[in-house]
């Protein structure tokens, strides 16, 4: 029998950040972007610098809060600001990964690839898909069964859906 390869650090860092709260926060933050900022005419260039933006501000921020939050004392011993940082790190990075493939989505809208509108509404069920994923995966590796893992698909997809009918009704 062979002994199992060492996980790579890329491998674990994608493990570690991508199911987790600050992914399925992080998609549905850009969702809700796409929603709001492509519901006014604008191109998909406009609304990937939008989400971009965002994203990336919502990302610092949460850094920073992790950050502070985790400095000072723990129960029987004090966590350094670096050792907090890079624990903040490591748990907001789904956050900016999440938003990777709603923004290639939008950059091809961006470079007229796609029209403008599709690319918008491309977006946004992609990120209804990212989010079934995600939710999959979440109930995945809790060991849930596979009429669960659905369920927590289906579940966490419903946000995603939610966003989508309140742009139709809306705009």
Known sequence: MTAPRPESTTSKLLRASFATEEAVYGVILVAGMIAVSGGHGASSLQVFATVLVTVVVFWLAHLYAGTVAGHGLD???????????????????????????????????????????????????VCVAVLAVLGYIAFLRRGAPWPMRLLGSLTTAAFGIVIIIAKALIH
């Open 75 to 125: 129960h029987d011993r004090v966590v350094g600001l670096r050792e907090s940082f890079r624990h903040a790190l490591h748990r907001s990075l789904g956050l900016l990964l999440s938003s990777l493939i709603p923004l290639a989505i939008l950059l091809l809208g961006a470079t007229k690839v796609i029209d403008d509108r599709i690319t918008i509404w491309l977006s946004l069920w």
